[in-house]
């Protein structure tokens, strides 16, 4: 019997195609592989994970990032010419966030669309290891978490007047790693309580309630994706 | 079947926990990496401020294999951040070392995580393979750079500086990982985490 819970809760890609995607976009956006015969794939890499934001309903989210790279696109064609320095640092800030950018909010997207048990049900299917698939679940888990305990300790340590940048730099170091460090010791002690008591740890096949499987919308990120590749590898080894 | 040698749920947790703390703080330094100086610095700053959550999940080493997970976690998350796979691959290798390293001190000795951490926290200079071994293709993708901060890292990166570098990540692992000690008995020891 086929459980339904919160449609919503569905997201339009599967997780090993989310993780392929992200696979791709950091070869291929980030680390910008096969240059300019990589062109077009390269936009699509682009805007795709804009338009995972709209599927989401992430109105507002997909709207800013498509201004941003816009706005990116032309002020890099304006900073074409010889550059001075100022002009250099900036060239240099609009070509990091265009790089990184795409990539950020598809891991973003992943980070919010997936769920952990749906994440290593999938895995499981592709016969990785629990060795990996458990500490990247809880990797996935805690970068917001970290994030929120960061900007509370912040905030703690504002209040206290110990600012970053101040003149003991070692000090505001400190008294920020040393707290971020044993909350999160502590939440990790919390979640391996969770994952015993979820039996974790008893090594029987694990079931889940989410229906995974490859939809047409996959086959056709994967089929974008391979062909990534492979007119990555056309244009190394045969041009 | 032994099953106080074997990983479980627990120690795998432990392993996601202190890698994302690692992993954001080697971000977080990373950002600085567009200041030609700073992205020679980064093996500096890097081994220096992990070593505090390091030293920590050392403490919660106990079976072989969880260093290993770490450094491969660590590479894997490199690449994927837009460094070489060199990091990925020297990661491995060191990894393995370092745990062989802290399993010789029983997984107790101090002395000697300082020693594993500094090996293992080579990947850290595997980034900057891909700059010694093929600058001219590691260039071409940041021409958007201006050519000025090419000049900048390629003239504070000479050949000679990759095996100082290794030396330099080397000792600031050693001090990271001093540090991370004494920071351990400063503050989580009393607070019975570590």
């Known amino acids: 019997m086929e459980y339904r819970l919160d449609r919503n809760a569905h997201s339009l890609l599967d997780p090993r195609t989310k993780l392929l995607l992200l696979f791709t976009s950091s070869v291929f956006v980030i680390g910008t592989a096969g240059g300019r015969q990589m062109v077009i794939f390269y936009w699509i890499l682009v805007y795709l994970p804009v338009l995972l934001l709209f599927a989401e309903k992430e109105w507002k989210a997909g709207t800013v990032a498509v201004a941003v790279y816009v706005g990116s696109y032309f002020a890099q064609r304006a900073l074409q010419h010889d550059l001075t320095a100022v002009e250099s640092v900036l060239a240099l800030m609009l070509f990091i966030l265009t790089k990184i950018l795409p990539t950020v909010i598809l891991a973003r997207y992943i980070v919010k669309t997936t769920k952990v048990s749906e994440f290593i049900t999938a895995m499981h299917r592709m016969h990785v290891t629990d060795k990996i698939t458990i500490p990247v679940s809880v990797i996935f888990r805690f970068f917001p978490t970290i994030g929120e305990e960061s900007k509370a300790i912040n905030d703690a340590m504002r209040m206290r007047g110990i600012e970053m940048g101040a003149k003991k730099a070692t000090e505001a170091v400190e008294y920020r790693m040393v707290p971020l460090i044993a909350s999160c010791s502590i939440i990790g002690e919390e979640l391996s309580a969770a994952a015993m008591t979820r039996g974790l740890d008893m090594g029987k096949k694990r079931s889940c309630i989410w229906n995974i499987k490859f939809r047409l919308q996959d086959y056709a990120v994967t089929a974008l994706c391979f062909a990534c590749f492979v007119w990555w590898g056309i244009g190394r080894f045969f041009v | ?194």
């Open chain 2, 1 to 194: 079947m032994d099953n106080n040698n074997r990983l479980n749920a627990k120690d795998l947790i432990n392993v996601g926990i202190y890698t994302a703390i690692c992993a954001v703080i080697c971000c977080a330094v990373a950002m600085t990496g567009v200041i030609p100086i700073m992205m020679v610095l980064l093996v500096v700053f890097v081994p220096l401020l992990t070593g505090i959550p390091y030293m920590l999940f050392l403490t919660k080493v106990k079976k072989f294999g969880m260093i290993l997970i770490l450094n491969v976690l660590m590479g894997a998350f490199m690449w994927l951040t837009g460094m070489s796979y060199y990091a990925l691959v020297v990661g491995i290798v060191t990894g393995l070392i370092a745990e062989f390293i802290y399993k010789a001190g029983n997984y107790k000795s101090k002395k000697l995580g300082v020693l594993a951490y500094a090996v293992s926290g080579i990947y850290c200079w595997a980034n900057y393979l891909g700059i010694f071994l093929n600058a001219e293709a590691y260039f071409s993708t940041r021409q958007n750079f201006g050519q000025e901060y090419i000049d900048a890292v390629t003239g504070l990166l000479p050949m000679w500086m990759c095996p100082v570098l290794l030396v330099v990540d080397f000792v600031c692992g050693l001090i990271g990982g001093w540090v991370g000690t004494k920071v351990l008995k400063k503050h989580f020891e009393k607070a019975g985490i570590a």
